[in-house]
């Protein structure tokens, strides 16, 4: 095996010219936790840790690596170490839990993710979540498409397919069972060698229970899930990548608590096609749809073409995607200078013959 099992091509190679420097190698991260990377070369498979280098220039946690991403390492006896991130072709995300406007970077180099839900009751599928993940799928520059897991417990699976198709305009929809092995031939057909794929969802929606089906075996903990509640207990607490038999690779994401946007409103406008269609009609091209003149939302809203629910989804997630850029942009500012001091520093430090290494200023 080789690298390009993993993912790697030649649109990345290109892309890796400026980064990569004589000696280093390249290495895909398939594991990650607590300061230590699992990473890959098609080979071997080694844990790795960040040179100090590489934690000087990085002054956002979305700067580490995340599973999926490749890098650029050393050898240092039998241990890699990382010196650089490669760029990334895509890169999803949310909003970090708490207050600060920072970027949690979940996965990365996805080609497709997979939005989960079971279809088993209780609250195992919800259109506002399907939205807000859509949005986040859309902004991460990967493909959405949905699963609707545990179809062999709806009564009425259709009703479902048609909330999503409602919340999710032309995203492919996949009915599954990983139970029965219902829809997982037509699932298996989407998934390209060399692609990367990804599930993503709350816990108790069988993530793992499919992984293990399309496996055919079980390497993947499952738990079971309360009936008073239907909810799961969170079984998958890292990010793993895996190589199926057909050489297509799987990530799974432990199961979402929250789901705050990480997006701008271009990724917002990208998930509501159908207002998006109308907002080109408007009279004028700044129109916020909330009662301008000439409004072709608003006219839509009125004559019943357009959904009031979904319009009112639609301006909330702008508001919430203009109103986390806006204080991004104030705290990206900040954490640039402190990145270039901590990078100044080194360099003054490496004229001087200095062998210590110098702390580097938080970015908290």
Same mark, same amino acid.
């Given at each position: ?97 708490? +207050? ?29 979540? @399907? ?31 048609? +909330? ?49 089906? @399309? ?37 799974d994401n432990p199961g979402l608590r929250e789901a705050a946007?990480?997006a701008d409103e271009r990724s917002v406008d990208e998930s ?69 001091k901590a990078i100044s520093k080194s360099i003054r430090n ?15």
């Amino acid at each position: 095996m080789s690298i390009a099992d993993w993912g790697w091509d030649q649109a990345f190679e290109s892309n890796a010219q400026a980064t990569m420097c004589e000696g280093y190698g390249i290495r895909r991260v398939i594991g990650q936790g607590r300061g230590l990377y699992v990473l890959t070369d098609g080979d071997s498979t080694r844990q790795a840790v960040l040179s100090g280098a590489f934690s000087y220039r990085a002054a956002l946690p979305s700067d580490y690596p995340v599973t999926g991403d490749f890098v650029a390492c050393r050898e240092e006896g039998e241990a890699w170490v990382i010196e650089a991130l490669l760029p990334r072709r895509s890169l999803l995300s949310r909003k970090a839990a708490g +207050e600060k406007e920072e970027r949690q970077a979940l996965a990365a180099n996805v080609d497709t993710v997979f939005l989960a839900f079971a279809l088993d009751g209780g609250r195992g599928f919800l259109s506002r979540l @399907l939205e807000r993940l859509l949005i986040l799928v859309n902004d991460s520059g990967a493909a959405p498409a949905i699963l609707l897991n545990k179809a062999d417990l709806a009564e009425n699976p259709g009703q479902y397919i048609e +909330e999503a198709e409602a919340a999710a305009p032309g995203v492919p929809i996949f009915l599954v069972s990983a139970r029965t092995g219902q829809g997982l031939e037509q699932l298996r057909s989407h998934l390209e060698p060399g692609k990367t794929y990804s599930f993503l969802g709350k816990s108790g929606v069988g993530k793992s229970s499919l992984i293990n089906a @399309l496996f055919g075996k079980d390497i993947m903990k499952t738990s079971e899930i309360r009936d008073q509640d239907k909810r799961g207990r969170h079984t998958t607490s890292s990010r793993d990548l895996f190589l199926l038999p057909g050489g297509a690779l799987l990530m799974d994401n432990p199961g979402l608590r929250e789901a705050a946007l990480w997006a701008d409103e271009r990724s917002v406008d990208e998930s509501f096609p159908e207002i998006s269609a109308l907002a080109a009609e408007c009279r004028f091209r700044d129109c916020g749809h909330s009662g301008e003149p000439g409004c072709a939302v608003q006219e839509a809203l009125v004559d019943g073409r357009l959904d009031y629910r979904r319009y009112e989804s639609y301006l909330e997630y702008r508001r919430e995607a203009r109103y986390h850029q806006m204080m991004s942009n104030g705290n990206a500012q900040r954490v640039e200078r402190i990145r270039w001091k901590a990078i100044s520093k080194s360099i003054r430090n490496m004229a001087k013959g200095r062998d210590d290494p110098v702390p580097r200023d938080s970015a908290e």
